[in-house]
């Protein structure tokens, strides 16, 4: 049994929030001081914890040593950190998080090393959630308490919460280190291929696939075992991997290929990909992976020896744990463990360097050796020469050396590294000057809308009948298509299928980069955002079909004959258009023989997804739709159609001018998406572009109301469509802009295969952006000329 005492003073618990580095830290424990305590005790155990959970008061800042003397004096006893054996209560949300105590004593090494990565990879989490910048932290500071009664209650129910991508593995020294390798990538074509299709050295016990996701298929990741062996902290030089066979033509044409292609090789150590540095002029280049080679004066030279250095960062397991948060007022680590056992403690990788080069090797000496031998003569590895020229029916020497460094780089901060801009700040103060100008436009456009529409309506009410008669056949304007407003539409259900599908892919986009601004779909965790795009999307089904039917039922004035067409119609209208455009561009990749192709079995799973989850879902949304009531229409609908006046300008004009202003709140983002996407590099401000994704619903939303009342207003009833393509016109805009990127940025791209590729996944990410703008449009125009018609006198 275990009963816990209170000493003096009694606030045993921690947390902090802190910002640095591009770093949100979340660093939350308590202190326990426990001793064993008969059996017979368990009954009064409770309240003892409750009256000592109910005297948790902020320490004045002059007893910080008087704390500090106590848990020294206190350290010979058995200190441990509770878990699933204490019923954790949160501090009151009244006391500051600025007073709350910044230490945590831990003696049991087991705990101590559970609780202490738990930690960690909360902060690892957290810093991918905003990248750089110190903007947002009001934002989360709102939600603080929240977080912090998640994590402890994590810490209630279970051993460990850890979150995606972030599990930091500590090895002995002289612990064999996995080495992998991922598939051949190039922004000259897009199509990556097997690292083992170019004839490169081979693992001793074959090629084994490792583990993947349904997002790193889809992505066409192929994470393989390497013949590359290292061991924790032991530098080793001059390792002879293999010598291939003699290069037949076929193989000597494909690695010349490649090598015009600017194929890099991706190595993964620790789920870190190998980063390359290179200066040019004062800029410090940073590239992840390494190319196969190079040309030079019409020659093809192989990049066959690696020059990596793997940097370690020690983990502490003492028993006693470091102090997270000391701010110099107290000691970092209180020293009450036997210093011999700190030796045992192990390594964490932090930072996977390389430095490929390109070395002439004495075929002679390599005939006899085997895989990991040492190489006779001291290899030296100058990236600035090429010597090792590719010839057909002549074979290939790999080598490899490693070195170890210890880093003063913690395990939160090991991707750092990788999400490094040049000109940072640069693309912040464009992208929230584009933001704050956006957001004012935006704004003095609903304020004259407001006013125009209630003057409209006080103007109108205030007259008697007779008056509002004479009115309605002097004046022109919106209130003359009040028989006609509500008029059902063309095409209606292909209008409720479309405005169900822009629900559902809205709903996963915002559900899917809220998380990810959390940390749970970080880059450290390969393809988790492609799968919780996919995993959202089938879940809102539910959703897509109840908007639609019920939309449709309002449409038939409370009919709800035909839902279940239109519910099987948002179950297979967009699906059907993204399996159509992804399997003929899969034939192509099919052809190519890339990694990037689809395989059958996963064309399968998709397919059995889709029909075995998305159109049930759909089906019960669409049945609770029908159950519910319909939208009552505020005004009654003329037998005869009102004649629309012929127009100055013709109104699909209006309708694509108005995409303009939702393009502008995205078109920077956009640029580092496409990047992402396009050119290797790494995406990671989510939370930045969830506020960026909010303010694009506001900014269509807006768009479409004025738009929309602009058409009532020269007598124009059919607004329908008009209200769902004024917003969803930003789609043509960002097809334009896909173009462009390919003319400007693309220019290397080569093949009439990887343009190919490149327009039609455009077109598929503008088709979803299309139907989920297009929804925000229509609902609030659907919203705004409801409220509108519902506030006119009428007989």
């Known amino acids: 049994m275990v009963r816990i005492s209170s000493p003096s003073p009694p606030f045993l618990r921690s947390c902090r929030f802190e910002w640095s580095n591009r770093v949100f830290h979340l660093n939350f424990w308590f202190l326990a001081i426990t001793q064993d305590v008969p059996d017979q005790e368990e009954a009064g155990e409770e309240d003892e914890a409750e009256q000592a959970n109910s005297s948790l008061d902020p320490p004045a800042d002059g007893q910080h040593h008087q704390v500090q003397r106590e848990a020294q004096a206190l350290a010979s006893n058995q200190v441990r950190v509770l878990s699933h054996k204490l019923r954790l209560r949160l501090l009151s949300p009244r006391i500051p998080i600025g007073y709350l105590r910044r230490w945590i004593w831990i003696s049991d090494r087991s705990h101590a090393r559970k609780h202490a990565k738990i930690c960690e990879r909360i902060r690892l989490g957290m810093s991918f959630a905003l990248g750089s ?34 599990y930091p593995h500590e090895y002995p020294v002289g612990e064999v280190l996995p080495v992998k390798v991922n598939s051949l990538t190039s922004i000259e074509t897009e199509l990556p291929f097997s690292y083992y299709s170019l004839p490169f050295c081979r693992p001793q016990d074959g090629i084994k696939d490792s583990a993947e996701n349904l997002g790193e298929l889809l992505m066409g990741d192929r994470i393989e075992n390497s013949p590359y062996q290292f061991k924790m902290f032991t530098n ?47 800029f410090v ?95 030296e590895c100058d990236p600035t020469t090429v010597a090792m020229k590719v010839n057909e029916n002549q074979p290939i020497v790999f080598t490899y050396e ?10 939160p901060s090991r991707w750092d590294a990788y999400l490094k801009m040049e000109g940072a700040k640069v693309h912040w103060f464009s992208i929230l000057n584009s933001l704050m100008v956006i957001a004012f436009l935006a704004g003095i456009v609903l304020v004259i809308l407001l006013r125009t529409v209630r003057r409209d309506l006080t103007r109108y009410e205030e007259l008697d009948k007779e008056a509002q008669a004479q009115m309605n056949e002097e004046l022109s304007g919106w209130k003359l298509v009040v028989g006609d407003v509500f008029r059902a539409p063309s095409h209606p259900m292909l209008l409720c299928v479309m405005v169900g599908d822009g629900v559902q892919i809205l709903g ?14 970080s880059p450290a965790s390969r393809g988790t955002l492609v799968t919780g795009m996919l995993f959202f999307y089938l879940i809102l089904g539910i959703a897509a079909g109840y908007v639609a039917v019920r939309m449709w039922k309002t449409i038939k004035g409370g009919n ?28 192509l990749l099919w052809g190519s023989h890339s990694t990037g192709a689809i395989p059958i079995s996963l064309f399968i799973v998709l397919l059995l997804l889709w029909f075995c989850i998305s159109v049930p879902l759909t089906l019960t949304g669409g049945y609770i739709g029908a159950k519910a009531s319909h939208i009552e229409f505020p005004v009654r609908t003329n037998q005869i159609p009102r004649e629309i006046p012929p127009q100055k300008y013709p109104s699909w004009m209006l309708v694509i001018g108005a995409g303009t202003l939702p393009f502008g709140t995205l078109f920077i983002e ?53 209200s769902f393509f004024s917003s969803g016109s930003v789609a043509i805009y960002i097809f334009l802009y896909s173009i462009n990127y390919l003319v400007f940025d693309l220019k290397s791209l080569s093949g009439p295969v990887s343009a190919t590729l490149y327009l039609g996944y455009s077109l598929f990410m503008v088709t979803a952006i299309m139907l989920a703008t297009g929804t925000v449009g229509f609902i609030s125009s659907f919203c705004f000329v409801h409220y509108l018609f519902s506030s006119v006198k009428l007989d």
């Not at 293999?242 to 090598?259: G, H, M, V």
């Not at 490693?402 to 880093?407: D, G, N, T």
């Not at 709800?560 to 159509?580: K, T």
């Open 402 to 411: 490693v070195a170890f460094v210890e880093s003063d780089i913690k395990w």
């Open 560 to 587: 709800h004959s035909g839902w279940i067409a239109v519910s099987w119609r948002v179950a297979c209208f967009f699906p059907g258009i993204a399996f159509l455009i992804l399997t003929t561009l899969n034939f």
């Open 285 to 379: 280049l940073r590239w992840t992976g390494y190319p196969i080679g190079v040309r030079a004066a019409n020659s093809y030279y192989v990049f066959n020896h690696l020059k990596f250095t793997v940097l370690v960062h020690k983990y502490e397991e003492t028993n006693v744990a470091r102090v997270v948060g000391s701010t110099g007022d107290a000691a970092d680590v209180i020293q009450t463990a036997d210093k011999s056992r700190s030796g045992n403690a192990g390594w964490m990788v932090v930072g996977f360097e390389v430095v490929p080069c390109s070395v002439l090797h004495n075929l002679e000496k390599t005939k006899n050796l085997k895989m990991y031998d040492k190489y006779p003569a001291k290899v």
């Open 133 to 166: 910048g110190n903007k947002m932290t009001s934002f989360f500071g709102s939600a603080s308490w929240f977080v912090v009664f998640c994590c402890l209650a994590f810490l209630r129910f279970g051993d460990g919460f850890y979150l995606p991508g972030s």
């Open 508 to 521: 996963m986009a915002v559900v899917t980069i809220f998380f990810a601004a959390l940390g749970f779909m």
């Open 236 to 282: 080793d030089s001059d390792v002879f991997v293999c010598q291939t066979k003699p290069l037949s033509a076929e193989d000597f044409n494909l690695l010349k290929k490649r090598i015009d292609e600017m194929y890099q090789v991706n190595v993964i150590l620790e789920n870190l990909p190998a980063i390359r540095y290179a200066r040019k002029d004062d």
């Open 670 to 722: 956009l640029f580092f998406i496409m990047s992402s996407l396009w050119m290797g590099r790494v995406y990671y401000v989510f939370g930045f572009l969830l506020i960026v994704l909010i303010l694009l619903v506001v900014v269509c939303a807006e768009v479409s109301l004025v738009l929309t009342y602009m058409h009532l207003c020269v007598e124009d009833w059919k607004w329908w469509w008009k």
